[in-house]
């Protein structure tokens, strides 16, 4: 009878850990002194893990228990492993990828964000779900139209920056287009938000479009808030605010406002971006001087249609050849390619709508000197024109302390108040 109770209570334990290890876990890599998140969902028919700072859910692993509470995770699509003890409240443990093992400890549940700025109901508005489409691309949408909405209304279509994002254009669980729109709607602007094509709920080729094609599909909400309304703007942020710049050179917006866009080459960009992260990230000033040189010539040759100089023809680290070596391979897609010899500055002259353009005195990743004093000297006199630095915030309009991209994160403030009241005062006018 003893050890009938004794076994039962070893199958108790046994289930209890396996119960007790279901459910999500979190904690945090220190990667150099950088602190990268890592969430598990340790589901036993889908498990999966998240990495909430570089903007990634719901990656597949596959998942390993043991009887005595130890956890094996592996993660193919990333060839990085976990192996873990279950210790009753944390999980202790080691992870790997590409030989670099770093100590990870999990604990039970996933850090919850403050972000107190993103709306929430009952709103003084309605919204509408809408679609339209650029060829074989359909774009799924949110209208926000505020009280008393008439044609008279001023109406913007938002565009968001590079990479795809949804409506929102939801980043680290803020939600800034949101924030945008429903800031405008309370003073009786309307808008419509899209997701981008081939991400949320629009489709569309994102394999071999450019920087032309997200144009035409801001361009196609256009034309369908032309059918309802008579001024119609756009609102771009980043690569956004390139597009709406592109647009009102080419006449089919009747007001824009940019946010952080782009104005110099793409080439120019990416060759800055790189100066900063690389500085950053304790690299010498003459391996990134080396480094930019290099890029510089790999850049040349693909808007030239030449073929690339290959990694080893420079004197560079071996990480930093690797790396040339990857830019390289993905000049060879239409949207880097078309992106590096992107330069708006020659269609400056053509713009004649109103243009509010604002960029963070401390972006990181669109400069703010020379893309706003390329404004200042290539746009027309139009005495509706604004172009401002905002002082003290990164390329997302918050108020931060470097502006390096691995703050966004942790600042709750999704977008400055002061930013949001230049937009009110401004499209009020129009």
């Given at each position: 009878m003893k050890q009938y109770i004794i076994s039962a209570i070893l199958l108790f334990s046994v289930a209890s850990i396996s119960h007790a290890q279901t459910g999500t876990w979190s904690g945090k890599l220190d990667v150099q002194g950088t602190k990268l998140s890592l969430v598990f969902h340790l589901d036993e028919e889908n498990p999966t893990v998240d990495s909430p700072d570089q903007g990634a859910r719901g990656i597949p692993i596959e998942l390993e228990r043991t009887a005595m509470g130890a956890v094996t995770i592996k993660i193919p699509s990333i060839g990085a492993?976990?192996?873990?003890?279950?210790?009753?409240?944390?999980?202790?443990?080691?992870?790997?990828?590409?030989?670099?093992?770093?100590?990870?400890?999990?604990?039970?549940g996933e850090e919850k964000l403050r972000r107190p700025q993103t709306p929430a109901g009952p709103f003084p508005y309605a919204t509408e779900e809408v679609s339209f489409a650029n060829g074989d691309a359909v774009l799924k949408g949110t209208l926000v139209l505020p009280e008393d909405c008439t044609r008279k209304t001023p109406v913007l279509i938002m565009v968001t920056g590079s990479g795809l994002q949804n409506r929102d254009e939801e980043i680290f669980e803020h939600k800034p287009f949101a924030v945008i729109a429903d800031a405008l709607a309370r003073a009786g602007i309307a808008t419509l938000r899209y997701d981008d094509r081939g991400f949320g709920e629009s489709t569309g080729d994102v394999v071999n479009c450019t920087t032309e094609d997200l144009k035409n599909d801001a361009l196609a909400g256009i034309g369908l808030l032309r059918e309802r309304f008579d001024k119609v703007g756009v609102i771009g942020h980043s690569e956004g605010g390139t597009i709406a710049l592109m647009l009102a050179s080419e006449k089919k917006a009747d007001f824009i406002v940019s946010l952080a866009g782009m104005v110099v080459s793409g080439a120019e960009t990416l060759l800055w971006q790189n100066r900063v992260s690389l500085a950053a990230a304790g690299v010498s000033a003459e391996a990134v001087d080396a480094y930019c040189r290099a890029l510089e010539e790999v850049f040349d040759a693909a808007t030239a249609g030449r073929p690339m100089p290959p990694a080893g023809k420079y004197d560079l680290p071996d990480a930093l050849k690797q790396n040339l070596a990857a830019v390289a391979m993905q000049l060879r897609m239409p949207y880097l390619k078309y992106f590096v010899a992107l330069d708006v500055r020659p269609l400056l002259g053509r713009i004649t709508c109103p243009v509010l353009a604002l960029?963070?005195?401390?972006?990181?990743?669109?400069?703010?000197?020379?893309?706003?004093?390329?404004?200042?000297?290539?746009?027309?006199?139009?005495?509706?024109?604004?172009v401002e630095a905002v002082e003290g915030v990164n390329h997302l309009f918050q108020h931060c302390r470097t502006g390096m991209t691995d703050e966004y994160r942790g600042i709750e403030e999704t977008i400055a108040p002061e930013v949001l009241e230049t937009l009110v005062a401004w499209l009020s006018e129009m």
């Open positions: 492993s976990y192996e873990g003890l279950w210790l009753v409240k944390q999980i202790v443990g080691t992870f790997r990828q590409g030989g670099v093992t770093l100590p990870l400890m999990l604990t039970p960029n963070g005195t401390r972006d990181m990743q669109v400069e703010p000197e020379s893309n706003l004093g390329a404004l200042r000297s290539g746009l027309t006199g139009n005495p509706c024109n604004k």
